[in-house]
């Protein structure tokens, strides 16, 4: 969830140095399905033009499968 978000073909979310498409909700919302990772903590930012990436960003931790 953020602000000012616009639908294009390069929309995509980092986790880590991993990118994967996103998916535009609305100018509030975009959705992405993170990449396969075991016992991790990554930083996640978003780009809408698949070359900068947003200088803020969330934390996502990643849980092994028990």
């Known amino acids: ?3 000012g978000f616009f639908e294009t073909p390069y929309l995509a979310c980092k986790f880590g140095t991993t990118m994967v498409p996103a998916k535009y909700v609305s100018q509030k919302s975009i959705q992405c399905i993170a990449p396969v990772f075991s016992g991790a903590t990554v930083n ?3 780009t ?3 070359q900068q990436f947003t200088s803020t ?3 996502f931790s ?3 499968k028990s």
């Open 1 to 3: 969830y953020g602000s």
């Open 44 to 46: 996640v930012s978003v």
């Open 48 to 50: 809408e033009n698949g």
């Open 57 to 59: 960003f969330v934390t």
């Open 62 to 64: 990643f849980e092994s």
